[in-house]
């Protein structure tokens, strides 16, 4: 129902900035519940934030706590990761995810919940 694209990743400095973009194609955006994963090579995606359908219910994880803001502009269909303080521990190739939601809002980190998958930015943090 949703087709994702990232965009915004790039090469910074340690201590620098990116602002992550994920635009969606499709209808029913707004329903759906949104996350940033990320994906280093050999290991398994691993869940950076997240944002339920209503805009207001975010999870962090704690590695990325006071330093990344995840955010969406249904008007836009887009959701976005304001990536401050970056370290070189950041340095992963990032994936928008989501999944239609119900009444409830569910912001989950478990990557097997998300049925919709951008193609990924690489972001690399050196020091």
């Known amino acids: 129902q949703v087709h994702l694209v990232e965009s915004g990743g790039g090469l910074v400095q340690a201590g620098g900035s990116l602002r992550l973009s994920c635009t969606a194609s499709g209808r029913r955006f707004s329903s759906y519940n949104m996350a940033w994963f990320l994906q280093s090579p050999g290991k398994e995606r691993e869940f950076v934030a997240g944002i339920g359908w209503d805009g207001i219910s975010t999870y962090y994880a704690d590695s990325v706590k006071g330093r990344f803001t995840i955010s969406r502009d249904n008007a836009k269909n887009s959701v976005h990761l304001q990536m401050n303080s970056l370290k070189p521990a950041d340095t992963a190739v990032y994936y928008c995810?989501?999944?239609?939601?119900?009444?409830?809002?569910?912001?989950?980190?478990?990557?097997?919940?998300?049925?919709?998958w951008g193609q990924g930015t690489q972001v690399t943090v050196s020091s």
């Open positions: 995810a989501g999944f239609l939601g119900s009444s409830a809002v569910v912001v989950s980190g478990e990557a097997d919940d998300y049925d919709h």
